[in-house]
């Protein structure tokens, strides 16, 4: 059986620990690939820079994608997710703590599939990411392009 990865995109290490912690704690933790800023998540996506040779066609299965990143933001991030034909489909859920209508209305309007703020208290934060790890790793069901890396 393929290995179930989920591209966290996340610049804090605080809240990159923090989300580890919470799905390791839901026994989520399957294949997490923390990327540190914007560039490096596209990097990841489509096989290049420090990434080049990485099999483009094996997807994550849901990226957790924060807005205020270096180097490239979130929402361009997004935007070019959205308008590439092998990444198009692919799950995106905006892990953020920006509170910005701005930012909400952006995300979907870019094709964000869930747009969550992060919670400040630790104990919220871990159930939000084992509710997501659990809907997006086991209940949710992929595009077809998405599946075991076709």
């Given at each position: 059986?393929?290995?179930?990865?989920?591209?966290?995109?996340?610049?804090?290490?605080?809240?990159?620990?923090?989300?580890?912690?919470?799905?390791?704690?839901?026994?989520?933790?399957?294949?997490?690939?923390?990327?540190?800023?914007?560039?490096?998540?596209?990097?990841?996506?489509?096989?290049?820079?420090?990434?080049?040779?990485?099999?483009?066609?094996?997807?994550?299965?849901?990226?957790?994608?924060?807005?205020?990143?270096?180097?490239?933001?979130?929402?361009?991030?997004?935007?070019?997710?959205?308008a590439n034909e092998l990444t198009k489909l692919l799950p995106v859920v905006i892990l953020t703590s920006s509170r910005e209508?701005?930012?909400?209305?952006?995300?979907?309007?870019?094709?964000?599939?869930?747009?969550?703020?992060?919670?400040?208290?630790?104990?919220?934060?871990?159930?939000?990411?084992?509710?997501?790890?659990?809907?997006?790793?086991?209940?949710?069901?992929?595009?077809?392009?998405?599946?075991?890396?076709?």
């Open positions: 059986m393929d290995e179930k990865i989920i591209l966290l995109v996340e610049d804090n290490p605080n809240d990159v620990a923090l989300t580890q912690r919470a799905l390791k704690k839901s026994n989520v933790i399957n294949g997490l690939v923390v990327v540190g800023d914007g560039a490096e998540a596209l990097d990841y996506l489509f096989g290049t820079g420090a990434y080049a040779g990485r099999n483009v066609n094996k997807l994550p299965q849901v990226v957790l994608l924060d807005l205020k990143l270096p180097k490239i933001d979130g929402l361009e991030v997004l935007r070019r997710i959205r209508e701005r930012d909400l209305i952006d995300s979907y309007s870019l094709g964000a599939n869930s747009y969550i703020r992060k919670p400040v208290n630790f104990t919220q934060f871990a159930e939000a990411v084992r509710q997501l790890g659990l809907y997006w790793l086991l209940l949710n069901e992929p595009p077809p392009s998405t599946k075991k890396g076709k």
